[in-house]
């Protein structure tokens, strides 16, 4: 079975243009790597020329996003398109989604941690307990 039918056969029939299951995935995707960078919804929104309020509704995939759109986010947030549909297959497995969100809440955290020896000693800590896992 190749990935687009593998793709098609996770989405249920609907008019093409309302929003799915992939249509959340990439959102969540784009949220993650927007909040990875720092950037708000309104920078992110005013970088690839929509509103607040269509950027927040593409990332929970309440729009769809063309393909053009889709460019331009990659662009502005550094990654290639394929990022946004990496783990697309997986997703069934609720344990993926609730591993990403966990390493997504880490990243943030640890980004707003100022003191430059406090994530030194986080960063020294991680490594230390990856090791005995």
Do not use: W
Request: charged share 25%.
């Amino acid at each position: 079975m190749n990935r687009l039918s593998t793709i098609e056969t996770m989405l249920p029939a609907r008019p093409a243009n309302r929003a799915g299951d992939v249509d959340r995935f990439v959102g969540q995707r784009i949220r993650e790597r927007r909040v990875m960078l720092g950037l708000s919804q309104q920078q992110m929104a005013e970088m690839i020329g929509v509103t607040y309020q269509q950027a927040h509704k593409y990332e929970r995939g309440i729009n769809r996003i063309s393909a053009g759109r889709l460019f331009e986010i990659a662009q502005v947030l550094g990654v290639p398109v394929s990022f946004f549909f990496e783990g697309l297959e997986q997703e069934a497995g609720g344990e993926v989604q609730g591993r990403q969100r966990m390493c997504l809440e880490l990243a943030r955290n640890f980004a707003q941690i100022r003191n430059e020896r406090h994530q030194d000693a986080l960063s020294q800590l991680a490594r230390a307990l990856a090791v005995e896992a």
